[in-house]
C-alpha cells in the first residue's frame, strides 16, 4: 500500500531530524532528487513539516525577542510556502501517474486531493512522535505519561483510518470511480501582485 511507504518515510525523516534536533540543521534527502521519485518528494515533504513543527515550538517561548520572533515569523511563513508547493509537487507526481485512467461517466470527485490526504499523513506522523515522547517522559508525574498515552492511542488509530482512506482513494482513482481535479493554492499574503502591503499601499 501507499502510505505503507510513506508513513516509513516519515519515521525516518522525524528520527533523523531528532538525531541533531535543531532547525538549522543541514537537509540532505537520501532518495534520488534527479528522478524526483515519490519517495524524495515524501522524504522532503515531511522534513518541511519537522522544521517548522520546532519553528512552532520556539516561537511560542514567552521570552522570545521580539526582533528574533519576527525573523521566526518570516521563516514560518516561507516553510509554509514550502510546504504548500510540496503538496502540488506531489499532486503532479499522481496527476502523471493516473493520466492514462479512463474515467468511469459516474466518477465523482473527493473532497481533497490525495497529496493533501498526504499532507495530514505527514503532520500526523509529527503528533505520534511527540506524543510518544510525552508518554513515556522519564520525568514527567504518571498522570501525565497515562493522559499522553490515551492521547497517543487515538492518534495512533487515527493514522490507521487516514491511512486506509488515502489508499482507498488512490484505488478508486486508478479503477475510475473518482477523479483528480487540482486547484493551485493561490496563496496571496507572499505575492507582491495580490498583498497591497507587499505592494507598497497604505
Known amino acids: 500500500m501507499f502510505t505503507d511507504k510513506a508513513n516509513s518515510i516519515f519515521k525516518e525523516v522525524i528520527e533523523k531530524y531528532h538525531v541533531i534536533n535543531t ?9 534520488d532528487s534527479a528522478a524526483q521519485t515519490i519517495e524524495h518528494l515524501l522524504y522532503r515533504k515531511c522534513w518541511i513539516d519537522t522544521v ?15 526582533v528574533a520572533a519576527l525573523k521566526l515569523k518570516r521563516q514560518i511563513d516561507a516553510s509554509n510556502q514550502d510546504r504548500t508547493d510540496m503538496v502540488e509537487y506531489i499532486d503532479s507526481y499522481f496527476l502523471e501517474q493516473y493520466k492514462g485512467i479512463s474515467t468511469k461517466s459516474d466518477a465523482t470527485i473527493n ?3 490525495p497529496a493533501w490526504g498526504v499532507d495530514r499523513l505527514s503532520i500526523l506522523a509529527l503528533k505520534v512522535y511527540h506524543m510518544h ?3 513515556t517522559r522519564k520525568d514527567a508525574t504518571d498522570t501525565h505519561r497515562a493522559a499522553c498515552q490515551k492521547k497517543l492511542d487515538v492518534l495512533l488509530e487515527q493514522r490507521v483510518d487516514l491511512s486506509t482512506a488515502i489508499d482507498t482513494l488512490l484505488t478508486d482513482i486508478e479503477k475510475g470511480d473518482k477523479y483528480m481535479k487540482v ?6 499574503y507572499n505575492d507582491e501582485e495580490l498583498n497591497p502591503v507587499l505592494r507598497g499601499e497604505k
Open 23 to 31: 532547525v538549522d540543521q543541514e537537509f540532505s534527502n537520501p532518495y
Open 52 to 66: 517548522q513543527w520546532h519553528y512552532e515550538d520556539i516561537i511560542r517561548d514567552p521570552e522570545i525577542e521580539p
Open 111 to 113: 473532497t481533497e486531493s
Open 133 to 135: 515522547e510525552e508518554a
Open 183 to 188: 486547484y493551485k493554492q493561490m496563496k496571496m
